[in-house]
C-alpha cells in the first residue's frame, strides 16, 4: 500500500528503536492518549522494541470505553421504543450497558443498524419519514465534525424526525484531569495525531508548560509511533516541556478551522462523565441550545436513567494509568472480550481488550518474553 | 385469504415475473419452476429422471478401499451477485470445497432452494444458470433438489442449500497424521479477497482496482499437491472467520503452536487498503476460494512448486511454520519485528470508530 507501506519498514524501525535505547538514560512513563495508537502500538509489537525503561501507559483515548454506563443505558432505552432506528458506529454494539447491549437488543427485535457515517443515518431519515432516526454520535473531537454537520444538514433540511444521543469528549481537559490525579506517573504525552488534525496543536502549550510535561502530537503507523517516543525520550532527558509536531504531515498549528466552525456552531461546551474516571469539568459536547430539537435525550426523555458501575470494575485505574489490564484481578477471569464487565475490555481500542487479544497475560512485556527464546528479538 | 397452495394453472411460466407461494407447492406451478429454470440449468441424466431420489453406483469408485466423504452448507450472501461470482457458484464451490478438504474428488451435488415470494424469477433463473455452469466447470452434477417458497418478509430473496459427496482416493490420510513442530503452513494465494469483495459492494467502496471475490473449485489443486506430497498432514479452506479462524482451529486441534510471518501474508494491496479504510483485519475476512495446508517441513517445496503449477495455486507461498512451544497459540511476527497473539475471531468483525 503506497504511503503506509513507507510508514512500517523494519529497516527504519529498527533505527529508531536503537537511537530511543541511545538516548535513555532513566525511567520514564508516557502516555498515549488515543486508542488507535494503543491498537497500533500492540498490533504491531512497537513496545516490545523499547528499552525497558520505557514504559508505555494506554490513556483514556477509546471513545467506546469511555462513553458512560448511562449513556449505553440511555442508548439502549431508546433503541428499544417502537419505531425508532437506531444507528451508531459498530464498536458501540457490544458495550455492555447495566443489563444488556445493542446487540441483545437488537435480538430481542429492535431495530439497530451499524453505520460508517452519520450522514448514513440522516440518509436513514429521509428515507423512512414515518420512523424516528437516531444516530449515537460519541467520539473525541476527530468524530465531532462528521456529527456537527449531520445535525446542520439535518436542521437545514428541516428533517423532523432525525436526533443524536450526543457524548463527545474532549482530550484537552483529560490531560489536565490526569496531571492532577493523585498518585499521578506520566512524566509525558503523545498526543493524537487524528484529533489534532482536526483541532491543530495551538490548545497545547498552556498544558504543557503550566504541568511542565512534553507533549509531542504523534501518528498511528509504527514508525510514528517510534518517533514520538523518541521525540519525547530526547525531551525528557533534556528536562525540556515543549509541544512538538511529529506528525506534521498530517497536523498543522491551527487545524481544520472549517470544522472546528461547524461544531462550534452545533456543540457547546458541557460538564461530561467519563466511564471509570469520573466527571471532568467542561470535558465534552453537547447539542447548543439552537439545536435542542435535535437532541434525543430531550426528545425521549431519557436524562433520568442513571446507572452504576461494575463494583469488580477497576477500568478507571486503567485509563489514568495506574494499574495495567493484567494487574486487575477480575482480567481474563470474571472479565473477557466475551464477558466484559468495563467498556476498556469491549472496544477493540481498549487497553484491557488489546492486553488480551495480543497475549498480555503476566506484564508488559509477557508476550515478547514468551516467543523469544529462539527468535532473537533484533 | 385464498389459499394459493391448492391453485393450479396451466399458464406458462412466462406469465409470472415473480415466485408466487405456488412454486413451493408441489403442483404444476412447481413442475414449471424444476422445467424451465433448474433442469435447463443443471440437466444430467441422473437429475432429468426427477425421482424422490437418486440412486448413485459408486461401485468404481470406491474399489480398492476408496471412502465417502460427505458434506452440507448453507448459503445466504448477500448481496447475491458481487465482482467475481455470485451465489450460485458458491453454493457449489464452498460444497466442493468442503470435500476437497478432506482430499475427496466430489461426485454428486444436491440442491436446496428456499426462495422468498415476490423474487425475481429471471434473477433466480440466473442464478441457476451461473450454479450449473460452475458445477460444469467443476465436473460435479447437481443429482437431485429441493424447492420451498417462504411468505415475503420471511426470506432475503434466495437461501441455497447444497450437500455433496466425494470420493476419498485409496490409501489418503489427511488430518490422520499428528501435526508436529516444523511442520510449514502454506496458503494457497492471496487472502481476503472474497470477505472485501463483498463488503467494498455493500459499503459502496470504490478502488482503482476492483476487488474481486475468488471463488474457486480447489479440488483440481488439491490432487495435484496430492500427488505430488501424500504427507500432507492437514487441509483447510479459511471461510467464515479466515485464516484467523483456521489457524486457531487447526492448533487447537493439533495441541501445537503456530507462528506465521506478517511481511510473508500475502494480500492484494486494494485488500489491504479496503482492510485499512474499515478497520478489519484481512486475517479474519473470508475466502472461497483459498487453502490453508499443513505439510512436513521438508516438503514445502515440492508442495508449493506443485501448487504454483495450477491456476488455483498461482500464489501459493509459505507463510509460517508449527512449533512445540506455546501450544494452541498463533503468534505473528510483525512486520517490524515484534510479536502478536492471532486471537479467535470473537463473532462478527465489528468496524473500528476511528
Redesign the interface.
Known amino acids: 500500500m503506497k504511503h503506509l507501506a513507507e510508514y512500517r519498514d523494519a529497516d527504519t524501525a529498527h533505527r529508531l528503536a536503537a537511537e530511543i535505547r541511545r538516548v535513555t538514560t532513566r525511567p520514564w512513563a508516557i502516555m498515549e492518549v488515543c486508542g488507535g495508537q494503543t491498537h497500533s502500538i500492540i498490533r504491531n509489537g512497537v513496545d516490545q522494541l523499547l528499552p525497558p525503561e520505557v514504559e508505555l501507559i494506554h490513556g483514556p483515548g477509546c471513545p467506546v470505553c469511555v462513553t458512560p454506563l448511562e449513556t449505553i443505558d440511555r442508548a439502549l432505552a431508546i433503541a428499544a421504543r417502537p419505531g425508532v432506528i437506531f444507528c451508531s458506529f459498530g464498536d458501540m454494539l457490544r458495550v455492555p450497558g447495566s443489563r444488556n447491549n445493542l446487540f441483545a437488543v437488537k435480538a430481542a427485535g429492535a431495530d439497530v443498524r451499524v453505520v460508517y457515517s452519520p450522514l448514513d443515518a440522516v440518509k436513514l431519515a429521509h428515507a423512512h419519514p414515518d420512523r424516528e432516526v437516531v444516530f449515537l454520535a460519541i467520539g473525541f473531537e476527530t468524530t465531532a465534525p462528521a456529527n456537527a454537520l449531520a445535525v446542520k444538514l439535518a436542521k437545514q433540511q428541516g428533517l423532523r424526525n432525525f436526533s443524536m444521543l450526543v457524548s463527545h469528549v474532549l482530550v484537552p481537559p483529560a490531560i489536565e484531569a490526569i496531571m492532577r490525579s493523585p498518585g499521578n506517573r506520566v512524566n509525558a504525552f503523545l498526543a493524537a495525531g487524528h484529533v489534532c488534525s482536526v483541532m491543530g496543536t495551538w490548545q497545547y502549550p498552556p498544558l504543557a508548560e503550566r504541568f511542565r510535561v512534553p507533549i509531542v502530537v504523534t501518528g498511528f503507523e509504527p514508525l510514528d509511533l517510534l518517533e514520538g517516543i523518541r521525540r519525547t525520550v530526547v525531551q525528557l532527558e533534556r528536562g525540556r516541556h515543549e509541544v512538538e509536531n511529529a506528525y506534521a504531515r498530517v497536523v498543522t498549528q491551527r487545524g481544520n478551522e472549517a470544522a472546528q466552525a461547524v461544531f462550534g456552531e452545533v456543540f457547546a461546551p458541557v460538564d461530561r462523565a467519563w466511564r471509570g474516571i469520573g466527571v471532568i469539568p467542561a470535558s465534552g459536547w453537547r447539542l447548543a441550545n439552537a439545536y435542542r430539537d435535535f437532541d434525543a435525550e430531550i426528545r425521549f426523555d431519557v436524562g433520568g436513567v442513571t446507572a452504576a458501575e461494575s463494583s469488580l470494575c477497576r477500568s478507571g485505574e486503567v485509563l489514568r494509568g495506574t494499574l495495567k489490564p493484567n494487574q486487575c484481578p477480575a482480567f481474563g477471569k470474571e472479565c473477557t472480550p466475551r464477558t466484559p464487565l468495563g467498556a476498556t475490555m469491549v472496544s477493540s481500542e481498549g487497553a484491557c481488550a488489546a492486553y488480551y487479544h495480543f497475549g498480555r497475560f503476566s506484564g508488559p512485556t509477557a508476550g515478547a518474553a514468551a516467543f523469544s527464546q529462539d527468535s532473537p528479538r533484533p | 385469504m385464498i389459499d394459493v397452495t391448492g391453485f393450479s394453472c396451466p399458464a406458462p411460466l412466462r406469465d409470472y415475473p415473480h415466485v408466487v407461494m405456488g412454486h413451493g407447492g408441489g403442483g404444476a406451478l412447481s413442475r414449471d419452476l424444476i422445467e424451465h429454470v433448474f433442469l435447463p440449468a443443471f440437466s444430467n441424466p441422473l437429475l432429468d429422471r426427477l425421482g424422490d431420489s437418486t440412486v448413485l453406483d459408486l461401485a468404481a469408485d470406491l474399489a480398492g478401499g476408496g471412502r465417502l466423504a460427505i458434506s452440507t452448507d448453507s448459503y445466504v450472501v448477500r448481496p447475491l451477485f458481487f465482482p467475481g461470482g455470485s451465489i450460485g457458484d458458491l453454493a457449489v464451490h464452498g460444497t466442493v470445497n468442503d470435500l476437497a478438504m478432506s482430499g475427496a474428488r466430489p461426485a454428486a451435488l444436491t440442491a436446496g432452494f428456499i426462495i422468498e415470494e415476490g423474487f425475481s424469477l429471471g434473477t433466480l433463473a440466473e442464478i441457476a444458470r451461473l450454479m450449473g455452469r460452475a458445477a460444469a466447470a467443476a465436473g460435479v452434477r447437481i443429482v437431485t433438489g429441493d424447492t420451498k417458497v417462504v411468505e415475503r418478509g420471511h426470506g432475503d430473496g434466495v437461501y441455497i442449500n447444497t450437500a455433496g459427496i466425494g470420493i476419498v482416493p485409496p490409501g489418503l490420510g489427511l488430518g490422520i497424521e499428528p501435526i508436529r513442530g516444523g511442520d510449514a503452513v502454506i496458503a494457497s494465494g492471496t487472502l481476503g479477497d472474497h470477505g472485501m469483495a463483498i463488503m467494498s459492494v455493500r ?1 459502496g467502496l470504490e478502488f482503482e482496482a476492483e476487488i474481486a471475490s475468488d471463488t474457486a473449485p480447489l479440488h483440481g489443486l488439491v490432487a495435484e499437491m496430492l500427488a505430488a506430497c501424500p504427507a500432507i498432514r492437514l487441509l483447510r479452506d479459511p471461510t467464515r472467520g479466515g485464516v484467523a479462524t483456521s489457524l486457531n482451529e487447526i492448533a487447537a486441534l493439533g495441541g501445537v503452536g503456530i ?1 506465521i510471518d506478517e ?1 510473508a501474508i500475502p494480500v492484494r ?1 486494494a485488500v ?2 479496503a482492510c ?1 479504510i ?1 478497520g478489519l483485519d484481512s486475517l479474519q475476512v473470508a475466502n472461497e476460494g483459498k487453502l490453508l495446508a499443513i505439510v512436513p517441513g521438508d516438503t514445502a517445496a515440492a508442495v508449493l512448486a506443485a501448487m504454483r503449477a495450477h491456476p488455483h495455486g498461482r500464489d501459493a507461498v509459505a507463510i509460517g511454520r508449527v512449533v512445540e ?2 501450544p494452541r ?1 498463533v ?1 505473528m ?9 492471532i ?1 479467535m475471531p ?1 463473532g462478527e468483525q ?5
Open positions: 459499503e507462528e511481511r494491496p489491504a487498503a485499512e474499515l512451544r506455546h497459540m503468534v511476527r510483525t512486520a517490524i519485528g515484534g510479536t502478536r497473539v486471537p470473537l465489528l468496524p473500528r470508530i476511528c
